[in-house]
């Protein structure tokens, strides 16, 4: 099994920034993706970002220019830094990890952080 741990949520003014950790523990033997989804309230879940081990990383058109994923593979934790943030932005947010390969995978999920944009 594997744990993921959240935190960093918290509100913020518009143009405010913070930074999203998410740390994993447990039986790890190969991390195939690690990134963050976030569920804006009345709608669905949606990415946010996400690296693929070796590979650049990957942002949903909103937050591009914005946010900023980034991984410390030694320490297993992945980063979210928001900046520049906007009312759209306030969801709950949820770290993800893929462990496996892309044809055998099993993904695992955060308990979620809340992020609220408001003045």
């Known amino acids: 099994q594997v744990q993921l741990v959240e935190s960093g949520g918290g509100l913020v003014q518009p143009g405010g920034s913070l930074r999203l950790s998410c740390t994993a523990s447990?039986?790890?033997?190969?991390?195939?993706?690690m990134g963050w989804y976030r569920r804006a309230p009345g709608k669905q879940r949606e990415l946010v970002a996400t690296?693929?081990?070796?590979?650049?990383?990957n942002y949903a058109d909103s937050v591009k220019g914005r946010f900023t994923i980034s991984r410390d593979n030694a320490k297993i934790t992945v980063y979210l830094q928001m900046n520049s943030l906007e009312p759209a932005d306030t969801a709950v947010y949820y770290c993800?990890?893929?462990?496996?390969?892309?044809?055998?995978?099993?993904?695992?999920w955060g308990q979620g952080t809340q992020v609220t944009v408001s003045s």
């Open positions: 690296i693929i081990t070796g590979r650049t990383p």
């Open positions: 447990g039986s790890i033997f190969s991390i195939y993706a």
């Open positions: 993800n990890v893929v462990t496996g390969t892309v044809y055998a995978a099993t993904n695992y």
